[in-house]
Each structure stands twice: as structure tokens, then as C-alpha cells.
């Protein structure tokens, strides 16, 4: 299991899977419909185009390797998915993207623009005493920031949950 997907993992049982569908209306609900009719939690669920009229889902489940595979087998079922591949064993590229609004006081505002700047991230807005901070990065790398913001006062987060891919190995995708 590769770093990023033991990141994911920490909390449990969790497993990721990639899907390539048809973008159609109605293919989200379908999809999340088979996870919830096994029984099991989305953790997270992402979604974006990659081509036209195709798009990719990363779905964290919690759930184990057996009943991941139960769910990714009638997920394909499904006539608009064209892909399904649980990825949690194989190296992966994962990233989250976080948007937090954080107070610190104005006298201490150089100093924690430059430490989110070597984490990686950067303020996106400032107002008052708040500032808004993003970052995208590895789940892992997500949560060490996380922690790196609370003693300043985390007033507000939104997460996306992880967006994940097959790492590739001589110009393909391995699995």
C-alpha cells in the first residue's frame, strides 16, 4: 500500500476506487445508489470531466477488500460505467484539496503567510483578521497542514476528499 492510500486509509477500513463513466445525467445517484444498497459509507466522493462526455469518479469506501469488490462488480454493471478499478493496493497519485478561513492577528500575519507558503499552500484572500488559505496536496501532506492550523484559529474548512490515478510505470498506467 503506497503512502497516499495509507493516508486515506488511517481512519479504517478504506478503500478507493477509480471510475471512468458516461456523462449522463442520473449516473452519480446510480453509483452511490450500489454503494449505499451494500450497506457501506461513501467517505468521499469526487467528480470531474476528462474527456468529452466521459468523466472520472474516486469513491472512498469504507468497507473491506471483499465487499469493495461485491460493490465495484455491480457498479459495473451499471451500462453507463465504462471503468471500474478498486486502486487502494496499487501506487497511486492522490491529491485533496482543502479551502480554510483561519484568524490570526495582524501582527502575525507575514509569519503564517510564509509558513503556508513552504507548506505549499497560499492565502487566497485576507479580510480582517481572517485569512483564507488553500492547499492541494497528498492526503497525508493535507493533514499535517490541518494540524498546522489549528492553533491559529480554524474558523471554517471545506475538503474535496481525494482525487486519485493509477500511478504510470514506462508510460502507462500500472496496476
Known amino acids: 500500500m503506497t503512502s497516499e492510500v495509507a493516508a486515506i486509509s488511517q481512519r479504517g477500513r478504506v478503500r478507493v476506487l477509480s471510475l471512468v463513466v458516461e456523462d449522463h445525467p ?19 466522493l469526487t467528480v470531474g470531466p476528462v474527456a468529452p462526455g466521459k468523466s472520472r469518479m474516486t469513491v472512498t469506501v469504507d468497507a473491506g477488500h471483499a ?3 461485491q460493490v ?3 457498479v459495473d454493471k451499471l451500462v453507463e460505467v465504462i471503468e471500474v478499478t478498486d486502486i487502494t493496493d496499487h501506487p497511486i497519485i492522490s491529491r485533496e484539496l482543502i479551502v480554510a478561513r483561519v484568524t490570526v492577528a495582524a501582527d502575525a500575519r507575514d509569519a503564517f503567510a510564509t509558513l ?3 507548506y505549499g499552500g497560499q492565502v487566497i484572500d485576507a479580510t480582517g483578521e481572517n485569512l483564507v488559505v488553500e ?5 497525508e501532506r493535507v ?7 489549528q492553533p491559529y484559529g480554524l474558523a471554517e474548512l471545506a475538503r474535496s476528499g481525494p482525487v486519485a490515478m493509477l500511478r504510470s510505470t514506462n508510460g502507462s498506467a500500472s496496476r
Open 26 to 44: 442520473g449516473v452519480l445517484e446510480r453509483v452511490a445508489s450500489q454503494v449505499r444498497r451494500r450497506g457501506f459509507n461513501i467517505q468521499s
Open 67 to 69: 465487499e469493495v469488490d
Open 72 to 74: 465495484a462488480k455491480q
Open 116 to 118: 503556508v507558503s513552504r
Open 135 to 139: 492547499l492541494s496536496a497528498a492526503p
Open 143 to 149: 493533514e499535517g497542514f490541518l494540524a498546522l492550523l
